[in-house]
């Protein structure tokens, strides 16, 4: 039988939720950062602790890429067809655009 990470408390197999390579409690599986519940799978893990994509992205993300737009950054683009240009960017961490044949975060 294995024990929970978070709680080290014995974990059934009725009841375990398993994530991480490690077995936890339904109600132990949680975000190490804002501590919501977390579904198996549906998180980031860092340094062995779950945390929820939110916390993950605002705690451990690259800068300049943390959710939501509080003030668009100036970044210059190369493309082979123009030359150097800065455009104002708002990141966010969950999709891909592509304008003028250069990715970035929108």
Request: glycine residues 8%; contains cysteine; hydrophobic residues 25%.
């Amino acid at each position: 039988m294995s024990r929970c990470p978070r709680c080290d408390k014995p974990v059934y197999f009725a009841e375990r939720r398993s994530s991480l390579g490690k077995e936890w409690h339904p109600t132990c599986l949680r975000c190490g950062s804002c501590d919501r519940l977390l579904s198996p799978g549906g998180h980031c893990e860092h340094l062995g602790n779950p945390y929820c994509n939110n916390c993950y992205q605002q705690n451990f993300g690259p800068d300049g890429f943390r959710p939501g737009c509080v003030e668009p950054r100036k970044f210059k683009m190369n493309n082979a067809a123009q030359s150097a240009s800065e455009k104002s960017v708002c990141l966010r961490p969950t999709s891909w655009s592509e304008q003028n044949s250069v990715y970035y975060w929108a």
